[in-house]
């Protein structure tokens, strides 16, 4: 047996390298767990159950989806809003199709 720089023999180095290469298994392996634990504890409504010290706007992602398909229905009903009143106003105000 020789002795390293560090006073270890090669065998107990061998040995440290192998408990650390398990810590770090174990560590890894509960960390998935944790994360699969995180993961299946998403709540009922189908929400991800999310850090609640993240900011609103990471917690919430998932709903801008929600809000875009809303803001363009909004804007494409109020364009055909206008595009009804310009033609009534063609129809009332040029055509005369309707006296008032």
């Known amino acids: 047996m020789r002795a390293s720089a560090s006073g270890l023999t090669d065998a107990e180095l061998r040995r440290a390298e192998e408990l650390e290469a398990e810590a770090t298994a174990k560590e890894k392996a509960?960390?998935?767990e944790s994360l699969r634990r995180r993961n299946r504890g998403a709540s009922d409504d189908g929400s991800p159950a999310g850090d609640v010290n993240a900011p609103l706007s990471v917690r919430m992602s998932h709903e801008y989806d929600?809000?875009?398909r809303d803001v363009k229905?909004?804007?494409l009903t109020g364009g055909?809003?206008?595009a009804i009143l310009a033609?009534?106003?063609v129809l009332v105000n040029v055509m005369g199709v309707?006296?008032?």
């Open 98 to 100: 309707v006296k008032l």
């Open 66 to 68: 929600y809000v875009a």
């Open 73 to 75: 229905r909004i804007v």
């Open 30 to 32: 509960e960390i998935a």
């Open 80 to 82: 055909l809003m206008v």
């Open 87 to 89: 033609v009534l106003d």
